[in-house]
C-alpha cells in the first residue's frame, strides 16, 4: 500500500513523499513524483526516516527520574505532575521557560506555543540558524521574498555564495545541475571543503566569513565602471550615503580583507556587470551569516546584487529564505497570549542562571538545545539549577538526559502534519502513515490534555488544520490536501519586479556600515567551521554512529600539521576548553579554516559547542557560531 506524506525535518525543501509499505513487511520511503518540487527524488536523511522511526534506542513510554535514575511512568500520572508544577507558578509565569525550536515543524507543531502563551510563560528569542540574514534581507527589502526556485533556470550565470549544494537543499543543487547542463555558468565562491566543486565551473575560495569584502569589492568597480543600475539608484532611500560609504574604501584592502584575487575580482565584475545581457542569479548559504557580522554579509551580497539590476529580474535575483509560515495561517497560537520575557537562545545557559526571577520551570520540545546551543557546557549548569524540567522526545539526547520528565512523542509520518517550506511556495500534507510507538503521542495531543488540565480552551486538530490552509495565497480543501498530499500556493514567480520594496516608502535600502573582520585571538590561528552533516540533521544523530572520535577537517599545508605528534592523542582547542578528535586533511579547504561536523553528542564526546563561545551576530541575534577560534594540539 502506498501513501503520501511529508518530511517534517527542519530542512528548506520540505519535501512530498510516497511511503510504500510492502505485504513483507518492509518499508521504502522515495520523492513524490507528483510534487513540483520534490519531483521524485529526496536526500538520504528523508529515505532513512523509517529507521528512525524503528530504532531499538527510542524512548516509546513516559519517564520519570528517581532518585537520578529515569523510571517508566504512565501519561496521567506525568501529566497530572506537571499539572500541578504549573498551576503553582501561574501567578509568576515569568518563572516558566518554554524553548521550543524547529526539531520538527508545522502547523499542529504550534500546539506548545499555544499553551505556554496561554500560561504567559517566558520564551526566548534569537535564532541558531538563519534568523541574521532574515533580518538582514527584511532591512534591505521591507519583506522575505525571491524569485521562484525555477527561475535558476532562466538564469545566465549562478553565483553560488557559500551553500554547499551536495549536503544542503538537495533540489535547489539539482537545479543548478540542470542549468549547467542547459549551458549556464556556476561561480561558487566558499572556504572549501564542501561539495560545489561538482557544481561549479569556477570556485572562488575566500577566507570564512569575508563575503562582505568581496560584494563591496565588486560594487566599487561596478561604480567606477558606472555599470550600476539607474533604476536601482532611484529607487534607494539612502544611495548617497552608501556611495560614500564604497568610496572610502581601498580595493586592495577589501581583497585582501577576504583573501582574494584581482582575477576573482574581475571575474564577478564582468558577470554583475551584465556585459553580454544575460540575468545573474545569487544564491546565499545561510553559513555565511553565522559570523559576528553575518548579517552585513548578507546585506552586502543584496546590495552587489540589486545595484547590478539583478532584483526584480527574471532569471536573476537574490535567493536566502522566504518565511515557512506565510503560506499557512498561525493566529491561533501568535495570539494565544503575550510571552512574560525573552531570554537570548544563542546564551539560553548563562541567561537562565541570570534570570530574575529565576526560572523554576522548564519545557522543552522539538529542541535538544543543551546540545545544540554554543557554550553547552553552561547549558547543563543552568538545567541543573532549575527546579523541574520536562522534555518532549523520542531518544535520550544531552537535553533529555537532564528531565526530571520525558514525554515520548511521535515522530515524522506517524503523526498528522500541515507545513510550508522556508524555499518554495507548496504546502506539504505529511500523513499518519504509521501508528505511533509504544505510547508515543502526537505532540499536539501532549498539548492539549495537558491544557484541560490547565482550564485552558484548546481547539481540536481538526480546527487547527482547516485554519492552517484559510491564508489568502491558497485555494484548497483539507479534504484535498489530505488526497493529494500537497498544495501550490500562489506568489509572484518574480520577486520585486516592479521595484516596489516592502517599506513603507516603497525604497530599498542598502548597507550602512562595513566592518572590518575581528582578529582571531593569540594562539588560536584557525577558524572553527562546525557544518551541516549530509546523513543526519543537526542532532538526530543514531548513538551508535557516535563510537568514533569526532573528525575535523584541515588544508594540508597549515603548521601545526608538522608539529603534532600522531601517536598521542589531539585536541580540538579554543578558550572555553577542547574535545580529543581524529584529523583528515582536505584539499582545497581554506588554511585558515576547520571543519567539524555538526551533530555529535556531548555524552559520547562528540559535540564542538561546548567549546563554542555565546558569540551573537551582528543582526537578528543569531548564534555566530563559525566566529570561534581554535587550533589543534596534542
Not at 521574498?145 to 557559500?162: C, E, S, V
Request: charge should be negative.
Amino acid at each position: 500500500m502506498k501513501y503520501i506524506s511529508a518530511c517534517t525535518l527542519d530542512c528548506p525543501d520540505a519535501c512530498s513523499v510516497v511511503i510504500d509499505r510492502r505485504e513483507d513487511g518492509s518499508v521504502s520511503i522515495t520523492g513524490n513524483p507528483e510534487h513540483p518540487f520534490t519531483r521524485g527524488f529526496i536526500c538520504v536523511k528523508g529515505r532513512k526516516a523509517y529507521e528512525r522511526l524503528t530504532s531499538p534506542e527510542r524512548i516509546t513510554a513516559p519517564l520519570m527520574k528517581v532518585n537520578g535514575e529515569f523510571v517508566p511512568t504512565d501519561w496521567n500520572t506525568a501529566l497530572d505532575r506537571i499539572a500541578d508544577k504549573l498551576k503553582a507558578l501561574r501567578d509568576t509565569p515569568a518563572s516558566i521557560l518554554h524553548i521550543r525550536s524547529h526539531g520538527y515543524r508545522g502547523a499542529l507543531a504550534e500546539a506548545s506555543r499555544f499553551l505556554f502563551r496561554s500560561l504567559g510563560a517566558s520564551t526566548t528569542r534569537g535564532a541558531l540558524c538563519d534568523d541574521a540574514g532574515i533580518e538582514a534581507s527584511i532591512m534591505d527589502f521591507g519583506a522575505l521574498h525571491h524569485n521562484d526556485p525555477f527561475d535558476l533556470l532562466n538564469a545566465g550565470y549562478i553565483i553560488n555564495w557559500g551553500k554547499d549544494l551536495s549536503r544542503s537543499s538537495l533540489h535547489i543543487g539539482q537545479l543548478v545541475r540542470e542549468a549547467r547542463r542547459n549551458g549556464r555558468k556556476v561561480i561558487t565562491i566558499s572556504p572549501g571543503g564542501d561539495g560545489n566543486a561538482d557544481f561549479s565551473d569556477t570556485v572562488i575560495r575566500i577566507r570564512p566569513g569575508t563575503d562582505r569584502f568581496l560584494a563591496a569589492a565588486v560594487i566599487r568597480k561596478l561604480l567606477v565602471r558606472g555599470y550600476a543600475s539607474s533604476t536601482a539608484l532611484l529607487k534607494s532611500s539612502n544611495w548617497n550615503e552608501f556611495k560614500e560609504l564604497i568610496a572610502a574604501q581601498d580595493e586592495d584592502s577589501l581583497l585582501n580583507a577576504c583573501d582574494c584575487s584581482p582575477d576573482d575580482l574581475q571575474l564577478l565584475a564582468n558577470t554583475y556587470a551584465n556585459i553580454d545581457m544575460k540575468p545573474v542569479a545569487s544564491i546565499i548559504g545561510w553559513g555565511i551569516q553565522r559570523h559576528v557580522y553575518g548579517g552585513e554579509n548578507v546585506r552586502f551580497i543584496n546590495a552587489l546584487a540589486y545595484l547590478s539590476g539583478q532584483v526584480g529580474r527574471k532569471g536573476g535575483g537574490v535567493y536566502f529564505n522566504i518565511s515557512s509560515g506565510r503560506n499557512l495561517n498561525t493566529d491561533w497560537a501568535d495570539n494565544a497570549g503575550t510571552p512574560a520575557r525573552r531570554l537570548l537562545l544563542p546564551a539560553i545557559g548563562k541567561e537562565i542562571l541570570e534570570a530574575t526571577p529565576p526560572i523554576k520551570f522548564l519545557w522543552a520540545d522539538g529542541s535538544n538545545f543543551v546540545n545544540q546551543t554554543p557554550d553547552a557546557a553552561t547549558n547543563i549548569k543552568a538545567m541543573d539549577s532549575i527546579e523541574f524540567k520536562v522534555v518532549v522526545d523520542a531518544f535520550m539526547t544531552d537535553t533529555a538526559l537532564r528531565a526530571d520528565i520525558i514525554l515520548p512523542c511521535a515522530l515524522n509520518h506517524e503523526r498528522e502534519e500541515i507545513l510550508g517550506s522556508c524555499l518554495h511556495n507548496c504546502v506539504q500534507y505529511s500523513a499518519p502513515v504509521f501508528t505511533p510507538a509504544g505510547q508515543s503521542q502526537h505532540d499536539f495531543d501532549i498539548m492539549t490534555d495537558l491544557a484541560s488540565r490547565l482550564d485552558i480552551a484548546a481547539p481540536t486538530r481538526e480546527e487547527v488544520l482547516r485554519m492552517a490552509i484559510d491564508v489568502p495565497h491558497l485555494s484548497t480543501t483539507l479534504e484535498e490536501m489530505r488526497e493529494q498530499g500537497f498544495a501550490v500556493a500562489e506568489h509572484p514567480p518574480v520577486a520585486w519586479e516592479d521595484y516596489e520594496f516592502a517599506h513603507p516608502d516603497g525604497k530599498y535600502r542598502l548597507p550602512d556600515a562595513l566592518h572590518t573582520e575581528p582578529l582571531p585571538p593569540k594562539g588560536y590561528p584557525l577558524r572553527l567551521m562546525s557544518l551541516v552533516h549530509k546523513e543526519y540533521l543537526h542532532s538526530q544523530m543514531p548513538e551508535k554512529e557516535q563510537s568514533a572520535k569526532p573528525t575535523v577537517w584541515v588544508n594540508p599545508g597549515i603548521p601545526v600539521l608538522g608539529t603534532l605528534d600522531s601517536n598521542k592523542p589531539i585536541y580540538l582547542a579554543t578558550p572555553k576548553g577542547r574535545i580529543e578528535v581524529q584529523v583528515e586533511i582536505i584539499v582545497g579547504l581554506h588554511p585558515e579554516c576547520i571543519i567539524i561536523r555538526r551533530g555529535g553528542w556531548m555524552k559520547f564526546g562528540n559535540s564542538a559547542n561546548p567549546i563554542i563561545e555565546a558569540r551573537i551576530t551582528d543582526i537578528g541575534e543569531t548564534a555566530a557560531y563559525y566566529s570561534q577560534y581554535t587550533r589543534l594540539e596534542n
